[in-house]
C-alpha cells in the first residue's frame, strides 16, 4: 500500500536495545522516549535524524504507539517531510482522527507526493466537502486521475490500482524500448511488467522484466510478448482480484476499463493487505464484532458490538421460553437444571466447529457441489460418531454423579440427538446463507448456536419428562 | 508455491458454459464430466488437450474436484506429462493418498523437474524411508540442493526458499550484466531482483530489476545496488519471514545460512500462500478444529474433533456442578433454573468479542504495553456499559413476564458484573496465554466461555438466594 521510500530496519543483525523494534517485534518503549523528548523539546533536526530513515510501514507503527495529541504534534513539527504514505498503514480511526486535524491544504501538500493507490486509499474515507476541497487543491492531472479512482465502487479493483504504468506499441524492439526506459523521466517508482498496447490502449500483451532483460535489443516487442494476459476489470470486486494473484502467482496484473483500455495495474503488495483484511474480517465476523478496530474508542467499540448482543439476548430469551415450557418437570426434578446446560453446551461446540470448517471452505470456493455432499455426509457421521462417544461417557458420570443410570441414559441419548443436529446445522446454516447472498461469517455463529440451544435443551428436558412421566 | 507454467483461464471475458469454472469462478460439473468420459476411454491425446494447457493452480483445482480413484487413474495416464507442481496446491490430505498410491520412481521422475521449493513442498511429507528412496533417485546436485533445503526446521525460510538465484560480483558493469543474462541458459524461470555477492557469497546489495533496466551499460554494479538489503535467516520461522513481506511490500528477499552466505530466495507468492495459511490456522482453532481440510475423512475429522469436546466437555460438568451448589435455591424458585442460561450466555457472547480482538491484535503483532492498558481500560469500560445497558433490558423483560421487580433486578445486577467479568477475562486470557508462549487462538475460547460460565451461573444463583433468602 506504499511506496518502498525508506529503509526497513535490519532484522537479521538482532535487536538493537535502543533501536526503533524490540526483540519481539514490537515498537521500542525506550526509542518512543526519546522521540517524546525531542517532540517536547520542538527540535526538528533530532526528530527528522528519528524519523527520516524510516520506512513508512514503520512510520505508521510509530504513529500508533504515540498519544493523539501527540501524533498531530509530530505531523506538525515535521511539516512537508512528513511521509503521508504512513497514513496508509495504520489503523482507520487513527488515520480519520488525524485527518481531521489536519488542514485541507496540509492534505493537498501531503498526498499530491503519493503513488496514485495511497492517495485513494486516504482520501475515500474523507467527507465529501474536505475531499472536494484536497482535490481542487490538486494540480489538474492528479486530480483527474484521483477523481477516475475515485468513481470506481468501493472495495473494487479500481479503487486499489496505480495508474502509472509502462505501455509500449508492439512494433518496438527491444533497445528501442530499453533506451525509453533509460532516458524517460516520468516513470513508475516500481514496476514488474511491461504492457503492449494499441493506440487505444488494448492490452496485447505483457512481458515480464525478466523475460525482457534476457531479450537481445534487435528483437521486436511483438515477437517476445505474451499474449495470453490476466486483466482484471476496474469495477471487480478487490477480493476477486487478490483470489486470481494467490491462485495464479502473479506479482503485478493490468486493470481495464468499460471499454477494454488499460487504465491501471494492481500489484501484490497491495492485494497481500486485501488478503489479510478479508481474513481478518472473516475472523472478527465468526467472532461477533464488526469492522473494529484496537485503536477505536469506546463509544464506537460499545455501538459495533451491541448489535450483536442484542440479537444474543433475543435467542436467550427464546431458548428460556423453551426451557419455561418444562417448568413443572424442573420442579419435580431439580438434577435436569444442573445437567441441562451440559447438552446444550456441548452442541454448540461441536456445531461451531463444523461451521467454522464450512465458513472457510465457502470463502475459499472450495465447495462445489460434489464436495458439499461429501461435506454434509461426513459431518453427519462425524456428529454421530461423536455423539456417541460423548453420550457414553456423560451418560455414565451422570448415573454415577446422581445414583440414576436412567437419568444417565437420558441425557445420553440428548446428547446423540444435539451432535447430529449440530452436525447439520453447521453446514446447512453457512451455506444457507450463502446462496441468498449473505455473508456466512456473519451470521452463522448466533443461528448455530440457537439451533443447538433449542434442540439441546428442548429433548434433554422432553425426554426427560417422558422417560420419568413428569407431564 | 509453483511456477507459473500454464496458462490461466482469462476471467474478465465472462464465463464460458463450458469452460473450466463457473460463474460463480468453481470448477464446472460439465468440463470434469467431459474430462471423466476421456478418463474412461482412455483418450490420452484428449486428456492432454485438457490438462496440458492448464497452470497448476487449476490442474490442483481439478484433482480436488475428482474422486480419490480418478486421481491416481488421471495421474497415471497423463505420465510423464502430467505436472507434479499441481500437487502443491492440493489439501494435504489429498495430497498423502495420491502419494502413497505413485510408486517412487514416478514420483521421482516427477520432482526433478521441479522448482526446489516446490519440490521440498511435495517431498516433506513423505515418510522418511520413501523419501530417501526418491531422493536417492534424483541427480546428484538436486539432491544435495533438496537434503539442504529439507535439514532446515519445518516451516522455516529455509523450506520454502527457492535455490536458484541470480548473484553477479561488485565490479561488473550493466552491460557485463545484461551480456550474462541474455547468454547463460542455466538461469531462474523467474526472479525481481539481482543479488551482489563477494566471493564468499556474502550479500553486498540487491538491484531490483526495474531499477537495473533503467541503468546505462557502463554503469558499475556497486555503484548502482542498493546496500541496504533486508535479508531473512534460513532458520527464521516462515511466518515472521511473512510479515517482513507484507510490512515492508517485499516481492521477493535474499535467504542466508548460519555463516551468512546466500543460500536462497523467498518470493511473495510463497509468502501469500503463508499469510493465508496462518490466518485460515487462527479461524480454524478459535472455532475448535486443528489443522483439518475439507477432504480429510471421518475417523481423522473425530480424531481432531475430540480433544476439544472432551475438554469442553470437563468445563460443562464443573459448571454443572457450579449450579448444583444451588440445587435447594432452585427447588423453591424454578424460575431460576429457566433464566439462568441468559447471563451465561450474554457474557460468553460478550467474552468471545474481546476475546477475538485481542487474539487478533496479538497475531498481528500490535499489543505491546501502552495499547495493552488502553485496550484493558477500554474492554472494562465497554463491558460496564453494555453490562448496564443489557441490565435494563433483561430486567424489564424479566419483570414483566414473571411480574416481579425483584427478580428483575438480581438477573440485572449479575448481568452488569458477568459482563464486566467477560470483557476483563477476553483480554487477559489471550495475553496470558501469548506470555507463556501459547497460541492464544488455541485455548482462549474454552477458557474464556468457562470463566463466563461459571461466574454466569453462580453470581446470578447466589444472588438470587441472597436476595430472596433461600439459603
Partial sequence: MSTDNGTPPNHEDGADPNGLRDSSDYINPIWIERLRAHLGAHDSAELMDMMGPLHSADTGDVLEALEAAERFELVKQLGERFDFSALT???????????????????????????????????????????EEVLSALPTFERLSLKRSLDFPEESAGRRMQTDFIAIPPFWTVGQT????????????????????????????IIPLDKFLRSYRQRRIQEIMNANVILVDANEDQEEAARDFERYDLVEVGVIDESRRLVGVLTVDDMVDVIHEEADEDIKRLGGVGDEDISDNMVDT???RTPWLVVNLVTAIVVSMIIGLFNATIEQMVALAVLMPIVASMGGNAGTQTMTVTVRALAMRQLDGRKLRRLITREMAVGLVNGL??????????????????????????????????GTAGILIPVTLDKLKADPAIASSVFVTTVTDVVGFFVFLALAGLWFGLF
Fill in 178 to 205: 530499453i533506451d525509453y526506459l533509460r532516458n524517460e523521466e516520468d516513470l513508475p517508482d516500481e514496476f514488474y511488467q511491461i504492457y503492449v498496447v494499441d493506440v487505444s490502449y488494448n492490452v496485447l500483451g
Fill in 389 to 422: 462417544i460423548f453420550a457414553v461417557l456423560i451418560g455414565v458420570v451422570t448415573a454415577l454423579r446422581f445414583g440414576n443410570i436412567q437419568l444417565g441414559i437420558v441425557i445420553g441419548l440428548a446428547m446423540v440427538i444435539n451432535l447430529i443436529v449440530a
Fill in 302 to 304: 460499545v455501538r459495533s
Fill in 89 to 131: 498503514e495504520v489503523d482507520e480511526s487513527v488515520r480519520t482522527e488525524l485527518m481531521e486535524l489536519l488542514p485541507n491544504a496540509d492534505i493537498a501538500r501531503g498526498v499530491s507526493g503519493l503513488d496514485n493507490d495511497d492517495a485513494v486509499f486516504i482520501l475515500e474515507d474523507m467527507e465529501h466537502g474536505d475531499r
